[in-house]
Antibody, heavy 121, light 108 residues
Framework: EVQLVQSGAEVKKPGESLKISCKGS????????IGWVRQMPGKGLEWMGI????????RYSPSFQGQVTISADKSISTAYLQWSSLKASDTAMYYC??????????????WGQGTMVTVSS | DIQLTQSPSFLSASVGDRVTITCRAS??????LAWYQQKPGKAPKLLIY???TLQSGVPSRFSGSGSGTEFTLTISSLQPEDFATYYC??????????FGPGTKVDIK
């Protein structure tokens, strides 16, 4: 079964660092892009950026450039989203997602279950 | 950047109703548009890709149409499990794949 399994919920304080993960299984992890999507409480979906684990080519939405870092470790089929200094406004559900087709960017048919990040003092 | 708008933002409908949601792009995106359904506490689910192609396993009551700047998602006969929020996403403007603001479909 093709799936993306994300790490568990996190509760952090402002200024702390965090790295959440998204592990792919059931497919060739290095052959598909992985995207990250933010959903703030009660709000819509926001596109954050993507990575191609095969060569670590990474692109960001301008709204998130410099705010987060997307990376991947192909040896363990895992993509990451990390923050160096969290803010309360980073409180949200974060999803990873994989496109339908290998090595191309198209609609995303495989989604992780989401990781809830809560930042509060 | 390409902006997407959806109308209506909120829709109240009854089981069996025909429902149409519109997504408009600020510039032409050919057919690079997808539709997703999201239920509370769940990840989005892909319904339609390439503007009009039904994703495998999605009921045929869902259909999509349009190209360029105007797109529609139609549910031909609303079922109880269809009450959810629907999002469009443009996949034309690499690497910024904008989502629309969403349309919530609620029970009348």
């Amino acid at each position: 079964e093709v799936q993306l399994v994300q790490s568990g919920a996190e509760v952090k304080k402002p200024g702390e660092s965090l790295k959440i993960s998204c592990k792919g299984s059931g497919y060739s992890f290095t052959s598909y892009w992985i995207g990250w999507v933010r959903q703030m409480p009660g709000k819509g979906l926001e596109w954050m950026g993507i990575i191609y684990p095969g060569d670590s080519d990474t692109r960001y939405s301008p709204s998130f450039q410099g705010q987060v870092t997307i990376s991947a470790d192909k040896s363990i089929s895992t993509a990451y989203l990390q923050w160096s200094s969290l803010k309360a406004s980073d409180t949200a559900m974060y999803y990873c997602a994989r496109p339908r087709e290998m090595a191309t960017l198209g609609a995303f048919d495989i989604w992780g279950q989401g990781t809830m990040v809560t930042v509060s003092s | 950047d390409i902006q997407l708008t959806q109308s209506p933002s909120f829709l109240s409908a009854s089981v069996g109703d025909r429902v149409t949601i519109t997504c408009r792009a600020s510039q032409g995106i050919s057919s690079y548009l997808a539709w997703y359904q999201q239920k509370p506490g769940k990840a989005p689910k892909l319904l339609i890709y390439a503007a009009s192609t039904l994703q495998s396993g999605v009921p045929s009551r869902f259909s999509g149409s349009g190209s360029g700047t105007e797109f529609t998602l139609t549910i031909s006969s609303l079922q109880p499990e269809d009450f959810a929020t629907y999002y469009c996403q443009q996949l034309n403007s690499y690497p910024i794949f904008t989502f629309g603001p969403g349309t919530k479909v609620d029970i009348k």
